[in-house]
Structures are given as C-alpha cells and as structure tokens.
C-alpha cells in the first residue's frame, strides 16, 4: 500500500501524519524532541507506522466485529507498550540503586524501587479495566513519573527517602526515552489479542491488517528543526506553508490561522486553497510561546498538561505587567509570597500569551473568518478560552475551529505536500 | 559605636552583613549569601539574617537595616532604596568610585554618586532577562560549565562568537545550535560577555559617567565580564566627543555591597536619632523607609 508521510520536527515534540493514497489520515506519532532529532524523526515515524497499520486494522476489525472492539485492542496494545518501558526503568533504576554509597542503602533502596513499580503495574491494570478511565499525557514521561513521584512519596520512608527514590528516576527517565521503544508491532498485538480476549474473526483480520506491506511513496519534513532532517532539499518545506495547507485541509473554510508551539506563535492569513498570503511570526523570544507556559509549569513544579485545567478555576485573574518570560517566572514567585491565588496568577499569564498572540495577528492581517488555532497551546482549554475572550472583544464574532489533533497541523500540510509531490 | 545588620534581598540570593559602625573605623563583622532557588524568600531571608548575627556573635543589634526586596522583613527597624545603598556600599569598599554598576540575576543598573554618596543619577537595563545574570548562568548550565569556571573560560576565548539578544528562555536551543556548528564554549561565553559589557558600556555612558566604576551584585567576580566591561569602555571612549576615561573597581566582597550599605545606613540613622533630637522615635523609624 502506498503512503505518504508528512514529519514535523518542532522543537518540543516531533509528529509524523502518514496518509494513504486519497489522501485519508492513517497514522500519527507523536514524540518529544530531544537533543537527537533524528532519533525523534525515526521515533515518531515509527509510531504513526504503528498507528497507520492499526487505522488499516480498524477498517478490517470494524467490519468483522465493531468498534468496540477495536478501540479495547487499541488499549491493550498501548498498554503492552507501557509495560515494556515501565520494564526498562525498573532495571535501569535498581541498577542505580545497586550503585548507591553506603552500600547498606542498596537493599532498602531496591525494595522501595520494587514496590513502586509493583504498584504501578497494578494501576495500569485496574486502568485498563476501567471502562472510562481519566485522561491522561500521552508520554511516558508524564503518565510514568507522576504516578513514580506519588508512590515514591507514599512507599519511601527514612532509609530510603522520596529525594533519594526520585533522584534514582531523574537519572534512568532519559535514557528509557532514548532508548528506540521495541514497537515490535506483531509482539506486541499478539499480546494484546490474548489480553483483550479478542475472537478468531478478529484475529483474522489482524492477520490480513499484519500483512499488508506500507511503504512511503514520498516524504516531507518541515519544522524548526527540518534543516536537521537527513533529506533531500526539495523533501523540506517551510512550516509556514505546511501549517497553512493543514489548517486549510483540518477546516476548509479556515482564512487565519494561529499556531502557538513551543518556540514561535505563528499568525497566518491563507487563500480558499490553502495557500499562505501572509504572516508573521514572532522574533526569538519565548514571551507569547508554548515555552513561556513550560517554563512557568516548571517554575511551579507542575505538569505542562496541569496548567491550563488550574487556570479555568479562576475567578479573578490578575493582570501580568511583566513581559519577558523570567521576569514574569520573579513577577509569579513574588504574587504566590503575596498571597495570591495560583489560579488566578495562572489565568493572567495565559491571558499574557494569548495577548502577544493577538498583537502578531493584527500585524498579520487581523482575523477573517474562519479562524484556526492550531499548535500544542491549542490543548491548553485555559488558553483557548483567554483566545476566545479576547478575539470577540477585538474582532466581533469569529468561528474558531480547534481540531483535538490540531498538534498535527503541520505534519499533515507537510504529508499533503508529499502526497501532491508524488501525483 | 553601634553593631548593625544589612539585609539585601536579591531575585536569586539574599546577603546579609552585620557591621560595626563606628567614626572613620566601618568594618564587616560577618557576611553571609543564601540562595533563593524555589525556596520562600521571607524564609531565606530570616536565615541569611540569623546566620550573618550568629556568626557576627552579635546577640542583639542596635539597627536592621533591608534593601533590595526585603521592605516586608519583619525583623527590620528600616528599610533602604537599592541606588542609596549600592552607592555608599562602593564607596565602603571603594573610596575613589563615583558610580555603580550592579549587575544581578535579573536587572543591571547604574548609579552615579558624589564623593559622599549622594546619588546623582540612576538607569535601568529594559525589561528582557537577556543579558542578565540568570541568563549568563542558563548559558553556562547548556554548555555544562560551571559558575566558577565561566570567566577564566570566557578570558581563554580568542574568537569571540558576535551574538546579539538571545532570550534567555530559548537560549538552550540556540547553545545547542552553536555547539553543533562547532563553536567552542569559550568563544560563545566571550561572545555573550561582550555583548552584556556592551549594553552596560551603553547604560554608562548615557549616565556620563567619569573616573572610576565599582562593579557590584553577584556578577562583579565573574572576570570575563569585568575584562569584557573594560574592553568595551575603552573603544566606546575613544570615539566619543569628550573622552571619558572610566575605570572599573570591585573588591571580594563586591556581591555585598548593597548589604553593606545598608548597614552602614542604618548606623548613620541610628546616630541621627540618638544625637539629633528631633521628634522621632524608634516607632516612627520602623515604617518610614528610604534615605
């Protein structure tokens, strides 16, 4: 079978869309970036692979048993998958904690290492027999170290101390998500289908789905990153235009579109055919990007994927006078010493972001409709809201579109790109 | 004589001193910098405090004075403005300086003063941490050098890599940009030296600044910046219409000047109200700020 494969090399997450002939989305991979772009290229290829191939199984599952079905094997599979790196951490950390001065620290260390992941594997269990279970990140990192940091607080004691358990995990995190994941896909389903108690209707159509043979027709990378892609020149497009065509390709009747990554916001004005009329995009600083939301996540110690269901439960949001992105980290330190609310900080400084957002757009053209919002900050129900706001006020009604896989803009202009490259 | 205490609250660190004032005989009994990191300032700040009066064995103070961001410290009888103490912090440890460069973690400014300390004139860097020394520190954290390693390094760099406002968010990517183009991290500290000593040549010289500079805050050890501020104030001069001859000036307690000044103030105010007679009393002190 035939696809193309659009790879957008951002500089905090790197996607891959892969699409079959006429041009129907079959995969997406998403991974975090790293120092190594090419491993994360490799990594998130390789996972909309493994999705695509899964897209093709639903089409064969769906018809021999129902959807139900397929999205249960979907969940096994994922799980299966966590289980393998959760596997690769515990070894890598009880052989940090074989390491551990004075030795008469190792055993202690090793048995709490042991009972944390213990429980983990547990919780991953009772998840999967959770018919709704909450949502979560979608990376190991995040789903793995939240639950490792709340059981290290719970299980470790005198001997063996929280800082200590979760010093042993700073150390092994990176190195199991550098590790190229064993995406062994006939592994891998074949567990899943045991696990998910699968009929031989639908382990004949695995089968069928197993053997059909994906090879990329065309590639096309873009992305901050894209100068680092091992391709050829004529396979790189810019991620404006990339962004543009896919906002176009998302929702047809898109004329502006803003996309807030990690490093750049990017305001777009775009034809009926998708095509880029103008843009702007703002210079090297991290005021206005998905960083600054990062980088306030860190100084709070919290999740990135926290930050924006916190900042909804504000009230009274406070107004931001700093605009570089450290002042306003020392601007957020001193209202928290104040007294003030986290939410209500929080809020101000989504409002910060989507402020700077909104000056580049009015020098971008303004907002036609219909409007777009695409980019990792589009996740952000916090940010979006601050968008929504602040756009009526300035421009009057707007539709806004944001697609759930609104990550993937780019990627998919850029497999669109491929796809037309190759016709 | 009186035993006093200066407290400087800093974005990135607290420094406390305890000093005996005394006629023409000023001296630093104990000095004592804490970290802030993620901590509660109001605690690292009571801790400073106590560890400076411990080591001081200073049971009990006749003046606590705060400057910086310390105006909420309940343990103080006063506080005082950054520009005054900073200046007559310098002219402590320095006699000859007429002017200020504090260089912290967030901010730089210049401070331009008479012979008794008397503040003329005072600037501030703009509101981007670029070229701050939280930024400086970023840098050095990517490249993998430590705090102590960053100015001898700096100095060993014979080609300085041109780099212009890098935001000190981003900074990593463009670190790791650098690298991999080959530059070596000696080149790309130096370059990023001289384009801070630049911006500060800049804020000196729309001071009119003249004679000597004493470089204060906890960048004034970092010798590849100082070196990199005299490069950048001799060629800035020689174009200059009336030349300006600046020199720069620290000293190793250079990080202290602003507690420092702050102590000798508050000896100063202590004596005024015991000698001056006037309607004030220690209540009255405890609120008013500011010299």
Same mark, same amino acid.
């Given at each position: 079978m035939?696809?193309?494969?659009g ?9 891959a ?12 991979g998403?991974t975090?970036?790293?120092?190594n772009?090419?491993l994360?290229?490799?990594l998130?290829?390789?996972?909309a ?6 897209r093709i199984l639903e089409r064969?599952?769906?018809r021999a048993?129902g959807k139900d079905?397929?999205s249960?094997?979907?969940? %096994? ?13 515990e070894?890598?950390i009880?052989?940090?904690?074989g390491k551990l001065?004075?030795?008469s620290r ?10 944390v992941?213990?429980r983990?594997r ?5 998840r ?12 190991f ?7 490792y940091?709340?059981?290290a #607080?719970?299980i470790?004691g005198r ?7 979760v010093?042993l ?12 994941l064993d995406l062994?896909f006939r ?5 899943a289908l045991a696990?998910?108690g ?5 382990r004949a159509?695995?089968? #069928? ?7 990329a027709?065309?590639?096309v990378?873009?992305g901050?990153?894209? %100068?680092?892609l091992?391709f050829?020149?004529? *396979? ?16 047809p009747?898109?004329r502006?579109?803003?996309? &807030?990554?990690?490093q750049?916001t990017?305001? &777009?004005?775009?034809d ?6 103008s843009? *702007? ?6 005021a206005?990007?998905g ?5 306030i ?6 999740g ?10 504000s009230?009274?949001p406070?107004?931001i006078s700093s ?9 957020l330190?001193?209202r ?15 409002? %910060?972001?989507?402020?700077?957002a909104?000056?580049?757009l #009015? ?7 219909e ?6 900050? %589009?996740?952000?129900p916090?940010?979006v809201r #601050?968008l929504?706001g602040?756009?009526?006020?300035n421009?009057?009604p707007?539709r ?7 990550i993937?803009?780019?990627a998919?202009?850029a497999?669109?790109f491929?796809?037309r490259?190759?016709a | 004589m009186?035993?006093t205490? +200066?407290v ?11 000093m005996? @004032? ?10 004592v910098?804490?970290?802030v ?5 109001? $605690? @690292? ?11 001081a064995g200073a049971p009990?103070?006749?003046?606590v ?7 909420d410290?309940p343990?103080a009888?006063?506080?005082? =403005?950054?520009?005054?103490t900073?200046?007559?912090g310098?002219?402590?440890l320095?006699?000859r300086?007429?002017? @200020?460069?504090?260089i ?6 210049? @401070?331009?003063?008479?012979s008794?300390g008397k503040?003329?004139g =005072? ?5 981007c941490a670029?070229?701050s ?7 050095a954290? =990517? ?7 960053i ?5 060993? +760099? ?9 935001c000190?968010?981003?900074?990593e ?5 650098m ?8 080149n ?9 000593a +630049?911006?500060?040549?800049r ?8 004679g000597v500079?004493?470089? $204060?805050g906890?960048?004034?050890?970092d010798?590849g ?10 060629? +800035? ?8 001859p600046?020199?720069?000036a620290?000293?190793?307690?250079s990080? =202290? ?5 702050a ?7 202590r004596a ?5 007679g006037v309607?004030?009393?220690?209540r ?8």
């Amino acid at each position: 079978m035939k696809c193309f494969v659009g790879i957008d090399l951002g500089s905090t997450t790197t996607k891959a869309v892969v699409l079959d002939e006429g041009g129907e989305v079959l995969g997406r991979g998403i991974t975090n970036s790293r120092s190594n772009y090419d491993l994360a290229a490799e990594l998130a290829r390789t996972e909309a692979f493994v999705s695509a191939r899964f897209r093709i199984l639903e089409r064969e599952v769906e018809r021999a048993a129902g959807k139900d079905t397929l999205s249960r094997l979907l969940f %096994a599979f994922r799980l299966e998958q966590m289980l393998v790196q959760l596997a690769s951490l515990e070894a890598r950390i009880l052989e940090e904690a074989g390491k551990l001065e004075p030795p008469s620290r190792r055993q202690t260390a090793r048995d709490a290492v042991l009972a944390v992941f213990g429980r983990i594997r547990c919780e991953e269990e009772a998840r999967f027999a959770d018919p709704n279970p909450p949502a979560r990140s979608d990376f190991f990192r995040d789903a793995a170290g939240s639950a490792y940091a709340r059981l290290a #607080a719970e299980i470790g004691g005198r001997e063996a101390s929280f800082e200590l358990l979760v010093g042993l995990y700073d150390k092994c995190i990176v190195k199991v998500e550098n590790e190229p994941l064993d995406l062994g896909f006939r592994d891998h389903i074949g567990k899943a289908l045991a696990r998910s108690g699968a009929s031989g209707a639908v382990r004949a159509a695995v089968e #069928a789905a197993s053997d059909a043979e994906l090879s990329a027709a065309a590639t096309v990378g873009t992305g901050y990153g894209r %100068a680092r892609l091992p391709f050829p020149k004529e *396979q790189i497009r810019s991620e404006i235009l990339c962004h543009g065509l896919g906002a176009h390709i998302l929702f047809p009747g898109t004329r502006t579109v803003l996309d &807030i990554g990690g490093q750049d916001t990017k305001a &777009i004005q775009v034809d009926a055919a998708g095509i880029v009329t103008s843009f *702007q995009m703002n210079d090297r600083c991290a005021a206005g990007c998905g960083r600054y939301l990062g980088y306030i996540a860190d100084e709070m110690n919290m999740g990135l994927h926290e930050l924006g269901p916190l900042a909804l439960a504000s009230r009274r949001p406070v107004r931001i006078s700093s605009t570089c992105t450290v002042f306003a980290g020392a601007e957020l330190r001193e209202r928290l010493s104040l007294g003030e609310k986290r939410e209500d900080i929080l809020a101000g400084l989504h409002r %910060a972001v989507i402020l700077r957002a909104l000056s580049l757009l #009015a020098r971008s053209g303004g907002i036609e409709d219909e409007f777009t919002f695409t980019g990792g900050v %589009a996740r952000n129900p916090a940010a979006v809201r #601050a968008l929504q706001g602040l756009v009526a006020e300035n421009y009057g009604p707007r539709r806004l579109n944001i697609s759930a896989d609104s990550i993937y803009t780019g990627a998919l202009g850029a497999a669109h790109f491929a796809r037309r490259s190759a016709a | 004589m009186s035993l006093t205490a +200066g407290v400087d609250v800093g974005s990135a660190a607290v420094k406390a001193v305890v000093m005996r @004032v005394e006629e023409g005989e000023d001296q630093v009994l104990s000095h004592v910098s804490m970290r802030v990191r993620r901590r509660d300032v109001a $605690s @690292v700040t009571r801790e400073a405090f106590a560890a400076a009066a411990q080591e001081a064995g200073a049971p009990s103070l006749d003046y606590v004075a705060t400057t910086g961001e310390g105006e909420d410290a309940p343990f103080a009888t006063g506080h005082f =403005y950054g520009m005054t103490t900073h200046a007559r912090g310098a002219l402590y440890l320095e006699p000859r300086a007429r002017a @200020v460069l504090d260089i912290g973690a967030l901010h730089a400014r210049a @401070v331009v003063m008479d012979s008794r300390g008397k503040v003329k004139g =005072y600037k501030m860097t703009s509101q981007c941490a670029s070229g701050s020394g939280q930024f400086l520190e970023n840098i050095a954290r =990517y490249l993998g050098v430590s705090q102590a390693d960053i100015g001898p390094l700096s100095l060993s +760099g014979e080609k300085p890599e041109a780099v212009s406002s890098i935001c000190a968010v981003l900074a990593e990517t463009d670190v790791i940009n650098m690298v991999s183009r080959g530059i070596a991290p000696q080149n790309i500290l130096r370059g990023i030296h001289d384009s801070m000593a +630049g911006r500060f040549a800049r804020l000196l010289q729309s001071l009119s600044v003249e004679g000597v500079v004493f470089v $204060s805050g906890g960048l004034a050890s970092d010798d590849g910046l100082t070196g990199a501020l005299e490069r950048a104030l001799a060629s +800035g001069s020689r174009g200059a219409v009336t030349a300006r001859p600046v020199a720069i000036a620290r000293h190793p307690l250079s990080a =202290y000047a602003g507690a420092i000044g702050a102590a000798l103030w508050g000896g100063f105010r202590r004596a005024k109200l015991q000698t001056g007679g006037v309607a004030w009393t220690a209540r009255s002190t405890a609120s008013s700020s500011g010299a």
